[in-house]
């Protein structure tokens, strides 16, 4: 399966069954062919230099944790306005606080609830391991970063992938759509 993503936020990763870069997903490394994604942005009209070095370290394996998501749900105050902001990013993709400054900082502006939104990776849906409390909801969910647009998948249960790899001219986006609503999610271009 897809095992993470870091898009230009990184020059480097690596994969354990213990643990990972943030971006990418710990777990066992099992024998067979392994793909890595580039997806440069744009390439110019005469093609892109680039390099791949992969180095294999063997040692013990590693027991992969289980992840602890965030509740799904919350007391919350009945009906009301609540504050919150769907579209947050962490060192799981590009953004530069990890998910504890994030939760520290949506506690200081008053928020209700944040959703966990990187881009092309759930690898943050088990990093907010007890930030979450009766004063803060925290949802998962993914940016679902294409060539043609960025789509939110906003509440999505924790775990749920949606691929990014496909083009406004694929037809492709109605599947990914209908995905993101079977895990509970709301779409959002």
Known sequence: GFRGWSGGARTSFFLRGDTATPGYLAGPLRAGTWHIVLAPYTVAPGG?????TVTLRFGEPGRTPAPVHPPQRAGGRGR??????????????????TPAEVAAAARAAGL????SSEHNTTSAHGAWGGLWGDDLLILTG????????HVLA??????????????????RFGRYAHQVRR????VVP
Do not use: K, M
């Not at 906003?154 to 037809?171: H, N, S």
């Not at 895990?183 to 709301?186: E, S």
């Open 48 to 52: 892109l230099p680039y390099e791949v």
């Open 80 to 97: 009301a306005w609540y504050r919150g902001d769907c579209h947050i990013h962490t060192v799981h993709s590009d953004g530069r606080r």
């Open 112 to 115: 209700d609830f944040i959703n």
């Open 142 to 149: 993914e940016e679902i970063t294409t060539r043609n647009g």
């Open 154 to 171: 906003v509440g999505t249960d924790p775990g749920t992938f949606v691929d990014w790899r496909y083009r406004a001219r694929d037809q």
């Open 183 to 186: 895990a509970g999610g709301l």
